[in-house]
């Protein structure tokens, strides 16, 4: 009688154990491999809804495999979070190819000794001369 009542305290603290890694797992190891995924599939396909459902397919396969409503539920949170991650990555690549486009303006303009204002490079500073006019580079 003994014996059968260790086996099952024992049995619940493994259970408990496997739930607290499902839960490590759902919260932090899924969301984090979802967003590495949504930057690399937004660099590849290039289009930001396109990944969403992309990981929705994905995650909604999962979903109706393991016949749980809880994954009903991630597949949207998943898709949502894909979502943001690919609208993100997208809106840095723009502002990265504004700075490069930029800043290859600004090395053509410097040979014919023209100025542009550039908000992404702060090294190209205009120092006027108090009566000459002149402009300097720093």
Excluded at 7 to 23: D, G, Q, S
Excluded at 29 to 54: D, E, G, Y
Excluded at 88 to 109: H, V
């Amino acid at each position: 009688m003994w014996q059968k009542k260790r086996r099952f305290i024992l049995y619940t603290k493994r259970n408990r154990e496997v739930i607290i890694l499902n839960l490590l797992l759902f919260l932090f190891a899924i969301p984090f491999a979802t967003i590495i995924l949504s930057i690399i599939l937004q660099k590849l396909i290039n289009n930001s809804i396109l990944v969403a459902f992309a990981t929705f397919s994905v995650f909604i396969i999962i979903a109706v495999i393991t016949m749980n409503e809880t994954y009903f539920i991630l597949t949207i949170v998943y898709a949502i979070l894909s979502y943001i991650a690919a609208v993100t990555t997208q809106i840095i690549e723009k502002l990265r190819n504004r700075c490069i486009s930029s800043q290859d303006s600004i090395s053509n303009n410097y040979i014919s000794n023209e100025y542009t204002n550039n908000s992404c490079d702060k090294s190209d500073i205009v120092i006027e001369k108090n009566s000459m006019n002149k402009r300097y580079w720093r």
